[in-house]
């Protein structure tokens, strides 16, 4: 068990529609990452939060957003979903202490029908 | 941008014998680099990390090499084990973290 949690395990839906996808980090972690990986591809990075304020960004859409909140958890927002938005969804946490070693969460494997 | 490399997106093993993951990259920047280790439905979980200051690092069966004037580094399990069918990811990290596409690691019993 990494400590990371996501919620939630599977979500089903139908293309055009949105979703949020809700991730907490170790306890006291201030880094939150995003991650997606389709179809055993690679892992895709998404965006990073730092301690409530955007770090960095990777290959995200414009449909997707993120967010995290005070009590650092975090939320993947994707809209507009598309059949080619199936995949599994990975949050990770890091600590402040370098290497920044990432945990990653259990993974929401999303499917659009 | 891929700034890290895994250019076998697959390999099969025997049981007993090695397996060598290889990862590149380019990015010089980089001076820590971490092995993941991932099973289906599962997030990818730490397996064994080196510091740019060493070329070696050893846990058990897990050894990981780097090559720092190739920007190259390895990971070397020996010997392999069913269990160890997995995908395994290479990771470097500067001030941040950049991952491979992973190779995918079948040990045949």
């Known amino acids: 068990d990494s400590g990371v949690t996501q919620t939630p395990k599977h979500l089903i839906t139908a293309t055009g529609q949105r979703v949020t996808l809700r991730c907490s980090p170790r306890s006291g972690d201030l880094s939150v990452y995003w991650y997606q990986q389709s179809l055993d591809q690679g892992l895709q990075f998404l965006i990073q939060?730092?301690?409530?304020?955007?770090?960095a960004k990777g290959n995200i859409l414009e449909r997707f957003s993120a967010q995290q909140f005070p009590d650092l958890h975090s939320e993947l927002n994707l809209s507009s979903l598309e059949l080619g938005d199936s995949a599994l969804y990975f949050c990770?946490?890091?600590?402040?202490?370098?290497?920044?070693?990432?945990?990653f969460g259990p993974g929401t494997r999303l499917t659009v029908t | 941008d891929q700034q890290v490399k895994q250019n076998s997106p697959s390999l099969s093993v025997q049981e007993g014998r090695i397996s060598i993951l290889n990862c590149d990259y380019t990015?010089?920047?980089?001076?820590?680099f971490l092995w993941y280790k991932k099973y289906p439905a599962e997030g990818p979980t730490f397996l064994i990390s080196i510091s740019s200051i060493k070329d070696k690092n050893e846990d058990g069966r897990f050894t990981v090499f780097l090559n720092k004037s190739a920007k190259h580094l390895s990971l070397h399990i020996v010997p392999s084990q069913p269990g160890d069918s997995a995908v395994y990811f290479c990771?470097?990290?500067?001030?941040?973290?950049?991952f491979g596409a992973g190779t995918r690691l079948t040990v045949k019993p």
């Open positions: 990771a470097a990290s500067a001030y941040d973290m950049r």
């Open positions: 990015n010089s920047m980089f001076d820590y």
């Open positions: 990770a946490s890091s600590s402040t202490i370098y290497p920044y070693e990432q945990y």
């Open positions: 939060y730092y301690n409530g304020e955007e770090r």
